[in-house]
């Protein structure tokens, strides 16, 4: 037989369950992981965690300051030389390269076409 005693007992810790289970949802809801929880076909729990989510970097927009690489005031054939002798280089992280107009740890195509937009313009 059922008691108003076991019934108040039984809500009681299944309060307290509920309560640990939002407490845990919200601390993990406040890590920088995503954690996945999935049951499988055979009843099983499987879980995932996965890197720390972490925003995109948006890298800075060259200007022509950044174009001119020899620093004489205009963006000429002078830079353009500097361009093409480290056209290709992927080690800018390590060894800063002065064409990396982007700042993305190589000298390609896109600076490239940076360096050509601002061909022939003034520093000042």
Excluded: W
């Excluded at 925003?55 to 060259?62: C, D, F, G, H, N």
């Excluded at 480290?86 to 993305?104: H, S, Y």
């Amino acid at each position: 037989m059922v008691t108003q005693k076991t019934l108040f007992s039984t809500a009681r810790s299944l309060i307290k369950y509920n309560t640990s289970i939002l407490i845990i949802m919200f601390v993990l809801l406040a890590l920088p992981v995503s954690f996945v929880v999935a049951q499988t076909s055979k009843g099983d729990v499987a879980r995932s965690v996965s890197t720390p989510l972490t925003p995109p970097i948006t890298p800075p927009i060259p200007t022509v300051y950044d174009a001119d690489f020899n620093h004489d005031g205009v963006v000429n054939v002078l830079d353009f030389g500097i361009l093409r002798s480290e056209f290709g280089r992927t080690d800018c992280d390590i060894n800063p390269c002065r064409a990396d107009m982007n700042q993305d740890g190589s000298v390609n195509a896109i600076d490239r076409d940076y360096f050509r937009a601002f061909m022939g313009q003034s520093v000042n």
